[in-house]
């Protein structure tokens, strides 16, 4: 395959202009914030000029970093007396955020008149009902990879405990911007490409009248994040190591996998590792105390996301029951260190995980998934040699996900060089 350079060199084309809208940017963080930090980087490390539209709240962290002399970011926010919008409440979130796209999109004409952009990419925030205004520029417009097909299913509600009205709110409202934002429905008809994280979101958008769409996961990793010398994993005789990374909020849904460590109380050996925080914090501590997993469970707050990959190195198996997610980022950071994934079939992660990478268990009610993830887990702590070889997998399937392969994949199918 021929590199994005190779590409344009052989075409002997100047230098390809582009803008990228990335809200969330910032440069030694994960999940939105590394979307919207390495689309406009990696791009500008292929021969690309790129301009990207991001919030004046990421300047510090972008001001900090060294970036190529062909990248230009452009900071923008909204007057003083609306600042405050975004810090209310949800909805009132969503409003500064479609304000804040508004006087983007203002924004990029003006560039749009200098410049004369070749591709305009939204990349963030990654929710089709959030849409963009800059397929109005007379430019190839691309939007994604993007989630926000996907909701939680009613029989799991439970684990949400008084959130679930909360949940069934945010669909209203997601569902509202899709019937009624300016920035939504014309955007993905009008769009030179639409690339979705998931099965749902390619759905919903097809619905929609998206004509030229596809998969892509929202999330890949550098090439210097993988170990420096890979090794599969080979759990210690009579162990097996979990470790789930998250923040403990109700759609994580970490009270069901403690559900399924007290199901394997049996196994004193089998043992969790959590890392994270969150407002479900005191729910989970009380858990871990009515079911006694004082001794199988180990909490360890918060960590840098730097060091995350310490953990994944000394653990065996990724375990991660998301009960809506665009494509959890968690999972490709973890099998970059070989560690195969336990969890439901449910959304992104039913999206990436494969039969020879992980198990995905069936979810059709709680007690189901429960059983399947026992079964699951058992099964592996049972056969140490399946592990390995998942392991093996696991760690070939992240080194396809890295911007390199993502970059020249998406941009050789998408980008009219």
């Excluded at 990207?52 to 002399?69: M, S």
């Excluded at 690339?195 to 919903?204: G, P, R, V």
């Excluded at 059709?364 to 026992?374: G, N, Q, R």
Aim: glycine share 6%; proline share 5%.
């Amino acid at each position: 395959m021929y590199t994005i350079k190779q590409l344009i060199a052989d075409q002997n084309l100047k230098m390809k202009r582009v803008l990228i809208s990335a809200f969330t940017c910032q440069p030694n963080k994960g999940s939105e914030y590394s979307n919207g930090w390495n689309w406009p980087l990696r791009l500008a490390q292929n021969g690309f000029e790129v301009h990207c539209l991001t919030w004046k709240r990421n300047q510090p962290f972008i001001k900090a970093v060294e970036v190529p002399e062909n990248l230009h970011f452009h900071f923008i926010e909204l007057p003083f007396r609306l600042k405050v919008l975004y810090g209310l409440s949800q909805p009132t979130m969503y409003l500064y955020y479609i304000l804040w796209q508004r006087l983007a999109y203002n924004v990029a004409k003006k560039l749009h008149k200098q410049k004369k952009f070749d591709v305009v990419h939204h990349v963030s925030w990654g929710s089709i009902q959030m849409g963009s205004f800059l397929y109005k520029l007379d430019a190839p417009f691309i939007f994604g990879p993007a989630g926000g097909g996907q909701k939680a299913p009613i029989a799991f509600k439970q684990y949400f405990l008084n959130a679930w009205a909360s949940e069934i709110k945010r669909e209203r409202v997601t569902d509202w911007f899709i019937a009624n934002n300016p920035a939504c429905k014309k955007m993905l008809r009008n769009a030179h490409a639409v690339i979705a994280a998931n099965n749902e979101t390619l759905e919903l958008v097809k619905s929609i009248g998206s004509k030229n769409c596809s998969i892509a996961f929202d999330h890949a990793i550098t090439d210097e994040y993988f170990p420096a010398n890979f090794l599969p994993k080979v759990p210690e005789k009579g162990k097996l190591k979990l470790i789930w990374v998250g923040r403990f909020m109700p759609r994580k849904a970490l009270l069901l996998s403690l559900e399924v460590m007290q199901r394997l109380k049996a196994y004193p050996n089998i043992t969790l590792t959590v890392l994270g925080d969150g407002e479900m914090k005191n729910e989970v501590l009380n858990k871990i105390k009515e079911y006694g997993l004082e001794e199988t469970v180990t909490l360890t707050g918060m960590i840098p996301f730097e060091n995350v990959k310490d953990y994944y190195a000394s653990h065996d198996v990724f375990f991660f029951n998301s009960l809506r997610d665009s494509g959890p980022s968690q999972l490709i950071d973890a099998m970059a260190y070989g560690l195969p994934v336990v969890t439901i079939n449910l959304h992104g992660q039913g999206a990436i995980v494969n039969d020879e990478t992980g198990i995905k268990c069936k979810c059709d009610t709680p007690e189901m998934a429960i059983e399947e993830l026992e079964k699951a887990i058992i099964y592996l702590y049972n056969n140490p040699k399946r592990v390995t070889e998942m392991s093996s997998a696991a760690y070939q399937f992240a080194k396809k996900q890295t911007w390199t392969s993502r970059l020249e994949t998406l941009v050789a199918k998408y980008y009219p060089l």
